[in-house]
């Protein structure tokens, strides 16, 4: 089946630290994989995304590739700022055109000044 | 700004009763999804409306609950017959066009507490 796994959390850090959150995937086919964050307060809204094998998905200083050899997908950013705290979701649609997303069960992040 | 909205945000029930939540999508969205959520855990899929039609339901989906889409646009998801494990966050989404990358947009949820 399809299924997404993240590291546990919670993650903390200090101000300007490297993040590093590790996903990784099982799917059959060409999934679209997902970074979805939910800040405090806030709902779900897209992170970055890529479609294929070694698309690098990118956005507010965020990146993850997509490594079909490793089936993963981990977050990455240089340098933490204290309002990157929030709940990081890794998400993949399998390939069957329906668009559902199916979640890892999230990663908490916590930065400190 | 017009995002994805969900009434109620809050809804606290007796066990056994039935409840209805409501969610309205942005505008010229035809897909729409909905989740379950509990503490801790990633949203799981429930079930999905391509304009009015119901394409898919996860086997999460007991026969207690159903949704509609009347007109494909504001949705409803019903639980009958409450039960205490039916207590979750329930997430509305929406995405234009057919591409199972398009982005889906979140509403805030309806937190249900079963008593």
């Known amino acids: 089946g399809n299924s997404v796994t993240q590291m546990e959390g919670p993650v903390t850090l200090s101000e300007e630290a490297f993040l590093t959150i590790n996903c990784t995937y099982t799917?059959?086919?060409?999934?679209?994989l997902f970074w979805y964050v939910q800040y405090p307060g806030e709902g779900l809204q897209l992170l970055l995304k890529a479609t294929k094998a070694d698309d690098k998905g990118s956005n507010k200083g965020f990146e993850a590739t997509y490594r079909k050899e490793t089936t993963s997908f981990h977050l990455e950013k240089g340098s933490v700022q204290v309002s990157d705290s929030a709940v990081y979701f890794c998400a993949l649609t399998p390939p069957s055109n329906t668009g559902k997303l199916i979640f890892g069960q999230g990663t908490t992040l916590q930065v400190k000044p | 700004d017009t995002g994805v909205s969900q009434d109620p945000r809050h809804k606290i029930t007796k066990r056994g009763q039935n409840v209805t939540f409501r969610c309205d999508p942005i505008?010229?969205?035809?897909?729409l999804y909905w989740y379950r959520q509990t503490l801790g855990q990633g949203p799981e899929f429930l079930t999905y409306f391509q304009n009015e039609a119901q394409l898919e339901k996860s086997r999460l989906l007991s026969d207690r609950f159903s949704a509609e889409r009347p007109k494909g646009s504001f949705s409803t998801l019903e639980i009958q017959r409450t039960e205490q494990g039916d207590s979750a966050m329930y997430l509305c989404?929406?995405?234009?066009?057919?591409?199972?990358?398009?982005?889906?947009?979140f509403g805030p949820g309806t937190r249900l507490t079963v008593l």
């Open positions: 799917a059959t086919g060409y999934p679209s």
């Open positions: 505008s010229e969205h035809n897909r």
């Open positions: 989404a929406s995405s234009v066009g057919l591409a199972e990358s398009n982005e889906q947009f």
